[in-house]
């Protein structure tokens, strides 16, 4: 395994103006990296920016400042991507937040899988055909899937369906946006062993954004916790769990509940004054390799 990162946030930075006198500050100068094959998970409350770092990474937005590097190019400067385009298509895959929105209503299942593959002229023909059946049977769907539209489909199918479209080209990163929030939780079990098997089949490197810190924990080997546009911490997970160290981090743990009853009554839930986070500031290495937020 290369020993470069695979994708490399450089203080990252997404405003949105909204109007003359007010700009939005969604994503502020997050710097991270990902390895090949590496699982980090991304947790945060609402409106903490994650969606918006998550498209900041593929490429939706244009940055405010910073840079993205995928694959040893700066994929954020405008000509990189547009030279690219096609690599980049093919490398990182993004699963969106909202699965009844991301996919096309009108596309059949079939047309819906086959989108990034041809795009990226990987394979047509009667090989696209097998191809997208062995993609169906991996996400746990069959050949009777591939006529039926998005509407036909339960949340669960159409989240499998968003999966087999985004491993279809065999990513070396998958980004996926709070996957398994809109699901039943009897399905969110199933939807995260899956994304589990299929990492393990696949090898690519996972970003998981999710508000559920139990979540990342069963899945990541390393996870950031975003609040208001700032990157907190970024820790190997076992790490932020024995030792977290910036105060949110520590109200956001105190909130999981325990299965043992005696510590479950015991349990104190931190409260998080936020007027302790400084507006701006640097990222420092501080001890055990964490990257604190000061
Ligand atoms: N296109 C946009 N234009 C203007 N403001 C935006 C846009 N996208 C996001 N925002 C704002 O940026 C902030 C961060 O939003 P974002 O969707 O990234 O948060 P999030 O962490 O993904 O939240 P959630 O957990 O609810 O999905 C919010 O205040 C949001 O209103
Ligand atoms: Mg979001």
């Known amino acids: 395994m290369s020993k470069d990162p695979l994708l490399e946030l450089k203080h990252v930075t997404q ?137 036909e489909l339960s949340g669960g199918q159409r989240q499998r369906v968003a999966i087999a479209r985004a491993i279809s080209t065999n990513p070396q990163l998958l980004v996926a946006d709070e996957p398994v929030a809109s699901l039943d939780v009897s399905i969110q079990a199933q939807i995260l062993t899956l994304f589990q098997e299929l990492q393990r089949e696949y090898g690519f490197a996972f970003l998981l954004i999710a508000h559920d810190l139990s979540v990342i924990r069963l899945l990541c080997n390393t996870v950031g916790v975003m609040r208001q546009g700032h990157l907190l911490e970024f820790a190997e997970c076992e790490e932020l769990f024995q030792d977290p160290l910036h105060p949110y981090t520590k109200s956001l743990l105190s909130a999981i509940p325990t299965a043992d009853p005696i510590r479950e009554r015991s349990r104190k839930v931190l409260e998080f004054d936020s007027g302790s986070i400084p507006e701006a500031g640097t990222f420092h290495e501080v001890v055990k390799g964490h990257f604190l937020y000061e």
């Not at 405008?78 to 699963?95: A, G, L, V």
């Not at 937040?97 to 086959?114: H, Y």
């Not at 990987?122 to 062995?134: A, M």
């Open 15 to 151: 405003h949105f103006p909204i109007s003359r006198s007010l700009t939005i500050e969604a994503v502020k100068d997050v710097s991270f990296s990902i390895n090949p094959g590496q699982i980090v998970g991304l947790v945060g409350e609402s409106g903490a920016g994650k969606s918006t770092l998550a498209r900041s990474i593929m490429g939706l937005y244009r940055l405010t400042s910073g840079e993205v590097w995928f694959q040893g190019e700066n994929s954020s400067n405008p000509n990189t991507y547009r030279k690219n385009r096609r690599s980049i298509h093919k490398n990182m895959q993004m699963i969106f937040q909202d699965s009844a929105a991301a996919l096309n209503p009108r596309m059949t299942v079939v047309r819906i899988i086959a989108e990034p593959m041809t795009a990226c002229g990987l394979c047509s023909g009667k090989e696209l055909s097998t191809r997208i059946i062995t993609l169906l049977e991996q996400v746990g769907l069959d050949e009777s899937f591939c006529n039926k539209r998005p509407n």
